[in-house]
């Protein structure tokens, strides 16, 4: 069992930046690929971010956010972390992360385990 806890949401204008971060707890967080999703009322959820377990040297964005978000993770802290730059107000929306029992984040693996999620608000 892994759990997770984001924070670092916030209220922020058009163009500013915003980090949040993941901090998943147990002893075998390599083992587990990482990811950010978000949501809106009356959406499902919306893949933003994914990074590859151990090194996390495979990232991949979704083609809304690529060249804005920077995901990392640091082991030696079990945290991941979504730097979000020149934000619009399109990005307003709960953040999850989740943390995907395998080399990569897919619905498909054995155990995915989900954060309560952060607001992130976005003012034009």
């Known amino acids: 069992q892994v759990q997770l806890v984001e924070s670092g949401g916030g209220l922020v204008q058009a163009g500013g930046s915003l980090r949040l971060s993941c901090a998943a707890s147990?002893?075998?967080?390599?083992?587990?690929?990482m990811a950010w999703f978000r949501q809106t009322p009356g959406k499902e959820r919306e893949f933003v971010a994914a990074?590859?377990?151990?090194?996390?040297?495979?990232?991949g964005y979704a083609d809304s956010v690529k060249g804005r978000f920077t995901l990392s993770r640091d082991n030696a802290r079990n945290t991941v972390y979504l730097q979000m730059n020149s934000l619009k107000p399109e990005d307003t929306a709960v953040y999850y992360c989740?943390?995907?029992?395998?080399?990569?984040?897919?619905?498909?693996?054995?155990?995915?385990?989900w954060g309560q999620g952060t607001q992130v608000t976005v003012s034009s």
């Open positions: 989740v943390a995907s029992k395998g080399a990569y984040y897919s619905d498909a693996n054995e155990s995915n385990y």
């Open positions: 990074i590859s377990w151990s090194s996390g040297a495979i990232t």
């Open positions: 147990g002893r075998t967080f390599e083992s587990y690929a």
